[in-house]
């Protein structure tokens, strides 16, 4: 049991991937999901599987002695930003309050390390392309402000109880699992590639391009799309470089360059062999206009290698999910 890793949310879409490869690599992953957004099927049925609310202390610090855990992975969490700006206080309870009280249940019962599940959005609108880490940190919605505020924590516990984290600062996750095992299911369809498969299944008539006048080469914001089971890789190796003693930091998980919306949308045509109905629109409030990832930790530090940095591959990966989900999970 010393290979014993809790994973909050891993009934969700990275919780899952990151379940499958723990799995892979000869760890025990233990799940604790509200299944709010999360599926039951999306974890196997081998994995000990607790339904309930990851803040709850009462809940968690038992499952921690019982399931011999040696860190925590922390996925759970409210993830959309239009949300936070009409429900703030939604974001700060189910983010920041309910990460205080499972930071608080790991200290109580000495678990030495924990990986939390960050956000580029924690950066705002910075001002130089690429981002390091060091970046100035200037969220600019509740939802980045809620994952910032569990950063400072972790960094406060860190140096007061020795908690040593990894906050892992997501940039574009896209893709599925290579063999379908695991996706995306929210019934929310926010997400440029997403978006743009389910137009081409016929779920929506067309594609609204949000913005056409940013300051980049072709007027469309610009992202650094990274395959879930990319960074699902880098969470085992975040955990390794834990379990081996190192030291707090927070890290950039992206593969380092860009896409605009046109090049993804022309990237889809390709892999779907279809022209996709689309249209301009207005700016969609909010959106920077390109966030790249300076990301040489990831690789230098814990050697991760990317296996699916390839737009094509991440958008052929989502296509086959989202046909299976279509039929699996309606
Ligand atoms: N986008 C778009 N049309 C859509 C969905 C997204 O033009 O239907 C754009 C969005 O404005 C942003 C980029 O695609 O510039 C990526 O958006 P997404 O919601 O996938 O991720 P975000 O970067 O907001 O986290």
Known sequence: MSSSILVTGGAGYI????????????????????LSSGRRELVSAEVP??????????????????????????????????ESVRDPLLYYQGNTLVSRNLIAACVAEKIPSFLFSSTAAVYGNPAEIPILEETPLNPVNPYGRSK???????????????????????FNVAGADPDARAGQVI????????????????????????????????????????????????HVRGIRYLLAGGASRAVNCGYGHGFSVREVLRAVEAV???????VESPRREGDPAALVAQADWLRKELGWTPKFDDLPTIIAHALAWEKKALHDFQ
Do not use: K, N
């Open 49 to 82: 599987f607790t339904e309930g609310d990851c803040g709850d202390e009462a809940l968690i610090r038992p499952l921690l002695r019982r399931e011999g855990i040696v860190s925590v992975i922390h996925c759970a969490g409210r993830i959309r930003v239009d």
């Open 187 to 234: 019934p929310f369809v926010s997400h440029l590639i997403r978006r743009a498969l389910r137009v081409y299944l016929g779920e929506f008539p067309q594609l609204e391009i949000f913005g056409t006048d940013y300051p980049t080469p072709d007027g469309t914001c610009i992202r650094d799309y990274i395959h879930v089971s990319d960074l699902a890789d880098a």
């Open 15 to 34: 919780g899952s991937h990151i379940v499958l490869a723990l799995r892979r690599e000869g760890f025990w992953p233990v799940v604790v999901d509200d």
């Open 272 to 278: 779907t062999g279809q022209p996709l109905p689309m």
């Open 148 to 170: 910032l505020m569990t950063e400072m924590m972790l960094q406060d516990a860190s140096m007061a109880y020795g908690l040593r984290a990894l906050s892992m600062r997501y």
